[in-house]
């Protein structure tokens, strides 16, 4: 029987995820793999109007 996790376990298991999701970004960012301010507005706005889209045909 597999026997829960304890916090201390969980909190551990977390930050290894955490600091290996930071890696990646930075190793994404030395690589120049990054969007500029006008691309990050217009990939939200993208996102937040078909996001309104699906909502409203949901009522």
């Known amino acids: 029987m597999n026997q829960p996790m304890t916090q201390p376990k969980?909190?551990?298991a977390?930050?290894?995820w955490f600091v290996a999701?930071?890696?990646k970004g930075m190793?994404?960012?030395d690589a120049g793999h990054v969007l500029t301010?006008?691309?990050a507005t217009a990939d939200m706005e993208?996102?937040?109007?078909e996001l309104e889209k699906e909502n409203n045909k949901a009522a």
């Open 10 to 12: 969980k909190q551990a």
């Open 14 to 16: 977390y930050d290894a």
């Open 21 to 23: 999701e930071v890696d």
């Open 27 to 29: 190793a994404d960012c």
């Open 37 to 39: 301010n006008a691309e």
């Open 46 to 49: 993208s996102f937040f109007a």
